[in-house]
């Protein structure tokens, strides 16, 4: 499959999906409900999942089949799951401190979206792959990962900070889906048990805030400064 | 013969994991450990002379062993043997007995992912066992549960996730980068991309790279990504901290050096050497800042490693055969040294009770071997004669105004400067004022022979290594630099 002279129908599918993750990465930054984005979360990893099997098809490859139902599973069901119980755990529904309204936030998002188009645009017309797939892999993966940052960055909850990192952590794969499709399964699988691995762990430091500080709100964490 | 010496230096941390989740008691998992680190440093010893014939490869080139990986490695067995013969008797101070099987558990598994992570041929798979280190570290971090160590913990994976993240980014351009000259599937090996990279895209190059420094540079606490470090650094017990400056960092670090091959080997001009130049003395800078209004004894220790690894920045920064040298070799010299300071920090702040250095006060008096020990260790970090650190320092900065980063190098020297009366100022209050409060109890005498040996062990080599630097270490360090230039391998 080389990206440079793709099927159209391809070339939409992959954009429709990958635009749509895109999107659910703003539904996130616009709203200021855990429910919200843990379901924002799983719809992009569903997306993602559609991808992937898109990528196989056009492709032609049982491998991709495999990896996009694996990412179904784990990434749309089992990290969706572990949030939730979290967050039933937290008697904390929504943000209650915003650093940034979700206005501003949807602002900056967008912001964040055309510089990524810019950045992709720089690094693709060199290659000869302007006006391609590539652009927009490279702009959803840049953008997404800028939205996870911000997230990080404004959201005090844990729960969002852990949203976060995963959403940084979407963003990289769903280009990588498009870009490498040839990335060896062995790396696809250590990556996927490592992105779980982290969710358990940080599930059981989001028990132990709520143990020592009565909540789980990062706003609290001052007292190691200097 | 360097396969079964692997398999032993990472089977025996592996055996200890289950050895110690089995045995339930706590003096039989230190001791296992101990064992652990005994084996591993005895293996770890021999290899990294042998390394020299290599480099070696196994399970399909997805485990590599050449000299900068072994002398990761022997920092790492070194560190991981001082902090196992001070956890005996250090986390029996602490008062939980019940815990320390799983904590002995965790400090295996956390010397072992070290220890992969230097080991590993495939991008890829680093970037897993780095990430490995995190999380099992993380609870290590956390094992006191007070309110502050829950803190450090936290801000710890979260941004050192974040970081690798990043490095994950970088990682996936690097691929991307590879597939346009061998194909969409390939191993994605250091030397692959070695050889893949001057065909490469150099602008992506760039990009890829500076996403590698930032996100590994996290992992390594170069400033201004370090804000981890301090937090982590001071609120794990001791021997963790030691693990995490001295063993951690550096095999964060083999990865960017192993990236800064790739990005030179492409057609990429100076930016990614002149980027890690520049994190590395902002490293140096941000150290000096926060080590002369220091109030904390632990976060001292921890600025000093941001401090060091900008050193260490710097020579791999300067490159070139003193460049690679000097950071080897400070390397091994820090790796030996950090865990002195620690120790003497964690024995201190057990018999005083307290790490704020205000409260830590005549301690020559109260300790005279420890404080002869910890003072001689503090000379030595600060880069004094004739302790080892001395000398790599020095073979850096004649590098840097070898390889044209001049400014690099005096600022350097300045800032080494400024360090160095910052941190001994902190000495000289431990060890010469009055104490404040005349009625204050006296210190209290906590620690034991096993708190106090590894102090011993740590600082006879590095007295030997600042008075003679073997000719051995020369051909081994001229060895490694050529490995990481690109000559043909």
Redesign the interface.
């Known amino acids: 499959m080389l990206l440079t002279q793709l099927d159209p129908l391809a070339a939409s599918l992959f954009s429709a999906t990958a635009i749509a993750s895109l999107l659910l990465a703003f539904v996130m930054l616009g709203s200021r409900w855990l429910d919200n984005y843990l379901y924002a979360f799983a719809a992009q990893s569903w997306a993602m999942a559609a991808l992937g099997v898109a990528v196989g098809y056009f492709a032609d490859s049982a491998e991709l089949y495999l990896i996009a139902a694996l990412s179904a599973l784990f990434r749309g069901l089992v990290l969706p799951y572990l949030i939730r119980r979290m967050i039933q755990r937290l008697h904390v529904a929504r943000e209650l401190h915003e650093t940034l309204r979700p206005a501003s936030a949807l602002v900056i998002g967008a912001l964040g979206v055309i510089f990524s188009l810019a950045?992709s645009t720089?690094?693709a017309v060199?290659?000869g792959l302007g006006g391609t797939v590539v652009v927009l892999a490279l702009t959803v993966?840049f953008a997404t990962?800028l939205i996870?940052?911000l997230m990080?960055a404004i959201r005090q909850e844990?729960v969002s900070?852990i949203i976060g990192?995963l959403v940084?952590?979407n963003?990289?794969r769903l280009?990588?889906q498009i870009?490498?499709?040839?990335?060896?399964l062995l790396?696809e699988l250590?990556?996927l048990a490592?992105v779980l691995?982290?969710v358990a762990?940080?599930s059981?430091?989001v028990r132990?805030?709520l143990s020592?500080?009565g909540n789980a709100s990062?706003a609290g964490?001052k007292?190691?400064v200097? | 013969m360097v396969g079964a010496l692997l398999l032993l230096l990472t089977g025996a941390p592996a055996l200890t994991i289950f050895g110690c989740l089995v045995s339930r008691g706590p003096r039989a998992a230190a001791m296992l450990n101990l064992a652990a680190g005994i084996v591993a440093f005895a293996a770890a010893a021999p290899l990294t002379v042998m390394s020299g014939g290599g480099p070696f490869r196994y399970w399909d080139g997805y485990v590599v062993f050449d000299t900068a990986g072994a002398w990761v490695v022997l920092c790492a067995a070194i560190v991981y043997l001082l902090s196992s013969i001070y956890a005996v008797g250090y986390m029996r101070l602490l008062d939980e007995d019940a815990r320390l099987p799983a904590f002995y558990a965790l400090f295996a598994g956390f010397a072992l992912a070290i220890l992969v992570s230097s080991l590993m041929n495939?991008a890829?798979?680093y970037w897993?066992a780095i990430?490995?280190t995190t999380?099992v570290s993380?609870?290590l971090v956390?094992f006191e549960?007070?309110?502050?160590s829950?803190?450090?913990?936290?801000?710890y994976?979260?941004i050192v996730?974040?970081g690798i993240?990043?490095a994950?980014?970088g990682t996936?351009l690097f691929?991307?980068n590879g597939?346009?000259v061998l194909?969409?599937?390939?191993?994605?090996t250091w030397d692959a991309l070695r050889q893949a990279a001057p065909a490469m895209?150099p602008?992506?190059v760039v990009?890829a790279f500076l996403l590698v420094l930032v996100g590994y540079g996290t992992k390594v606490g170069l400033a201004p990504m370090h804000t981890w470090l301090?937090?982590a650094h001071?609120?794990s017990p001791a021997p963790i901290s030691a693990m995490l400056s001295g063993a951690l960092l550096n095999a964060a670090m083999l990865g960017i050096v192993r990236y800064l091959v790739v990005a030179d080997a492409a057609p990429s001009g100076v930016m990614p050497r002149g980027a890690l130049v520049v994190l590395g003395a902002l490293s140096l800078l941000m150290a000096a800042l926060?080590i002369v209004?220091?109030?904390?004894i632990k976060?001292l220790m921890a600025y000093s490693s941001v401090e060091h690894m900008g050193v260490i920045a710097l020579g791999f920064g300067f490159g070139g055969p003193f460049g690679v040298a000097g950071a080897l070799y400070h390397m091994l010299n820090h790796s030996l040294n950090k865990p002195l300071m620690f120790f003497g920090a964690g024995n201190m702040m057990r018999s005083y009770g307290s790490k704020e250095i205000s409260r830590i006060r005549s301690v020559g008096r109260c300790f005279p071997v420890q404080a002869g020990l910890w003072l001689a260790g503090a000379a030595a970090i600060t880069g004094a004669p004739p302790f080892g650190l001395f000398l790599s320092e020095l073979v850096v900065v004649r590098a840097g105004f070898e390889r044209s980063f001049g400014w690099a190098a005096l600022l350097m020297a300045g800032l080494l400067i400024v360090i160095f009366i910052g941190f001994l100022n902190h000495f000289r209050a431990m060890y010469f004022e009055p104490t404040a409060d005349a009625a204050a109890d006296p210190p209290a005498r906590t620690s034991g022979g096993w708190c106090v040996a590894p102090m011993w062990l740590a600082l006879a080599p590095l007295l030997v290594f600042g008075m003679w630097w073997p000719q051995s270490f020369w051909e081994f360090f001229r060895q490694t630099a050529r490995l990481l230039s690109n000559a043909a391998p």
């Open positions: 950045v720089k690094i060199p290659l993966m990962a996870g940052f990080l844990a900070q990192l940084l952590e963003g990289v280009g990588a870009l490498i499709p040839g990335m060896p790396i250590v990556i490592d691995a982290a762990c940080l059981v430091l132990y805030l020592e500080f990062t964490l007292r190691l200097g | 495939n890829a798979l897993i990430e490995l999380l993380a609870f956390a549960r007070a309110a502050e829950i803190e450090a913990a936290w801000k994976i979260v996730s974040t993240s990043l994950l980014l996936v691929y991307w597939s346009f194909g969409p599937t390939y191993n994605m895209n602008g992506l990009l301090p937090d001071s609120e926060f209004r220091q109030q904390n976060r």
